[in-house]
């Protein structure tokens, strides 16, 4: 698989996150306070990257899904849940789902 490839695939999915969320799935937002005042998507919760870890027993037996600035964080907090056993998927920039 080429590098475009394997970037594709981790950027781009077929999960509808808005369905995710109507359905009772946890918005969280990865990016520091500062980026998530400047906007966010309404219900969001913000849990900066570099706390997520420390912070992942309260979304234990829930889904989540994550979004940042471009996707690259909620990518990483993406494999910090799920290597905890959590649910989580990436839905990239916050103004997806907005």
């Known amino acids: 698989m080429s ?3 394997t970037l594709k695939s981790v950027f781009t999915s077929n999960v ?7 359905n009772g799935a946890l ?10 005042k ?7 919760k913000n849990i900066p ?12 037996g829930k889904e989540v899904v994550l979004v940042c600035r471009s996707g690259a964080r909620a990518e990483k907090a993406k494999s910090i849940l ?4 959590i649910t989580a998927y990436n ?5 997806n789902l907005a």
Request: charged share 20%; hydrophobic share 35%.
């Open 16 to 22: 509808n996150y808005n369905e995710l969320v109507e």
């Open 82 to 85: 799920q290597e905890k056993g």
């Open 49 to 60: 990257l570099n706390h997520l870890a420390s912070n992942s027993a309260s979304l234990n």
């Open 27 to 36: 918005v969280i937002d990865v990016r520091t306070p500062d980026e998530f």
């Open 91 to 95: 839905a990239g920039a916050w103004q």
């Open 3 to 5: 590098i475009f490839n």
């Open 38 to 44: 400047s906007g966010h998507v309404k219900g969001s």
